[in-house]
């Protein structure tokens, strides 16, 4: 006996306190490690994908949808994994599917859809749409941030140092505004005529000057017929300058005229415009110097474009109005055709739009 307690008894309870002691060891041993592991400090693995798997929603015909990760179709049937059954791996029939709707809602959730709808401006009325568009008619785009202008009748698209820009052309004989008049000075057709000398141009350069062999001419048309989308001048004929007369629109053309281009004689002080002889297109011959054009009324009725149907060498030329089979406009559209002639001083460039800005309204 010793202090109440037998010796067995003291052996039994250090043995508890040791068991003990070793348990708790353990335990604060597995908490630190585990401590260890789930650090917040840690970097986690980069090459441990976390991102879950995008969903998108299999609609039925009969409205209902299934939520899948992915889905393909073989033959009749829609091979796809169940978002809602962890990836599981299902078919369907094809003829159960919505497939349009499917594709549409997936579109529509995919990253930035939302904002790209937001971005985009508001639907106008029916009646708002159609006089935007008649508005835009007027002066209707020909390239990239290149508007054709409300205040001239005649211009052609240029490329200077790899620039469009379109360059107003006024008439050679006009007493009007060069800038905005369409004159006409009719020439009277004798058929039975021999080809020959119906007007001077002064001096041996144009002021306008292209720089490329393919240009294009737009000329404003009143009252122009939209349906006529595309028609060609033709019929041959010979020009005589008896009988002239003039009158003038202070706008545009007649629709129904064609026009050709003449490479004109340059002699000192002056270029001479010959009369000409235009074959049937696809029949005769076509008289030297003279290149036709395809013209083409643009959407609204306003404007028509001449595309001459072959390349223009370097030299100086006239664009010629055919007023019909018996008369052509002895006013005619000068310019000269040279790779390395300055840029035109009232050319017209490109012009990006502007994004809209609030500015404070004042008090």
């Known amino acids: ?80 994994r169940s978002a809602e059954r962890e990836g ?11 497939l349009p709707a499917t594709e549409q809602w997936k579109k529509d959730h995919e990253p930035g859809a939302r904002e790209a709808q937001e971005s985009q401006p508001p639907v106008l009325s029916p009646e708002l749409a159609k006089e935007e568009a008649a508005r835009a008619a007027l002066t209707p785009e020909i390239a990239p941030n290149l508007h054709l202008p409300e ?63 393919d240009p294009v001419f737009y000329v404003r048309v009143n009252g122009g017929n939209p349906d006529d989308a595309v028609y060609t001048g033709g019929g041959t004929f010979t020009v005589d300058t008896h009988g002239a007369s003039g009158r003038a629109t202070p706008s545009g053309g007649d629709p129904n005229n064609s026009y050709v281009i003449e490479r004109v004689d340059v002699r000192q002080d002056a270029r001479i415009v010959d009369s000409l002889r235009i074959a049937l297109l696809g029949t005769g011959r076509t008289q030297r110097d003279i290149v036709e054009t395809r013209a083409e009324i643009l959407p609204g009725g306003h404007w028509m474009k001449l595309t001459p149907l072959q390349p223009l060498d370097f030299g100086e030329y006239a664009l010629i109005e055919v ?11 000068d310019f000269g055709v040279h790779s390395d002639a300055p840029e035109n001083i009232e050319a017209i460039h490109p012009e990006a739009k502007r994004a809209p800005t609030l500015e404070p309204r004042r008090p």
């Not at 599981?88 to 919505?98: K, N, R, S, W, Y």
């Not at 007023?323 to 559209?333: E, F, M, R, S």
């Open 1 to 80: 006996m010793f202090g109440g307690r037998s010796r067995a008894g003291w052996c039994t309870a250090a043995r508890l306190f040791a068991a003990a002691g070793v348990l708790m060891a353990c335990s604060f041993s597995g908490a630190g490690q585990q401590q260890q592991q789930h650090r917040p400090m840690d970097v986690p693995n980069p090459t441990q994908n976390t991102t879950e798997p995008e969903r998108t929603r299999l609609i039925l015909k009969d409205g209902t949808y299934q939520l899948v990760l992915s889905y393909t179709v073989v033959g009749n049937v829609v091979h796809y």
């Open 151 to 213: 205040e001239d009748s005649v211009l052609a698209l240029d490329t200077y140092r790899d620039t469009p820009e379109l360059v107003p052309m006024p008439q050679s004989s006009s007493d009007l505004n060069k800038e905005t008049a369409h004159a006409v000075q009719k020439g009277v057709i004798n058929p039975a005529s021999a080809p020959h000398r119906i007007t001077d141009i002064p001096r041996e350069r144009a002021d306008v000057q292209l720089h490329v062999p």
């Open 323 to 333: 007023l019909g089979p018996n008369a052509v406009n002895l006013d005619v559209w």
């Open 88 to 98: 599981q791996e299902e078919d369907i029939p094809l003829a159960l599917v919505d």
